[in-house]
């Protein structure tokens, strides 16, 4: 099983930007597809971006698309999340979740490993 510990949130202005990290530990990353998820409160945990084993493949929300950008260092053995443009509507506990084969991109019931989350606070 691969460990996935998230890093990089906080608190930021309207229009400002973060970098997430998901690091994992126990195996290797570059044998999971990795998902980004996010849950504000009171909301169902959804589905921000996929990204697949080689970094080929990369899948958006709506939401966010041309915002943020998806990464990956499989020798460093962490996913990154690049948030630009920030709103306060993103604001939520971000998640990073791995599988070893996904069919379903967004589907939360595709990954098996998840994180404990990372807290992205924007402001306006």
């Known amino acids: 099983q691969v460990q996935l510990v998230e890093s990089g949130g906080g608190l930021v202005q309207a229009g400002g930007s973060l970098r997430l990290s998901c690091a994992a530990s126990?195996?290797?990353?570059?044998?999971?597809?990795v998902g980004w998820f996010r849950q504000a409160p009171g909301k169902e945990r959804e589905f921000v971006v996929h990204?697949?084993?080689?970094?080929?493949?990369?899948y958006y929300a709506d939401s966010v698309k041309g915002r943020f950008t998806v990464s990956r260092d499989n020798a460093k053995n962490t996913v990154y999340l690049q948030m630009n443009s920030l709103k306060p509507e993103d604001t939520a506990v971000y998640y990073c979740a791995a599988a070893e084969r996904v069919v379903f991109p967004s589907s939360r019931s595709e990954y098996k490993n998840w994180g404990q989350g990372t807290q992205v606070t924007v402001s306006s």
């Open positions: 126990g195996r290797t990353v570059s044998m999971y597809a």
């Open positions: 990204i697949s084993r080689s970094g080929g493949m990369t």
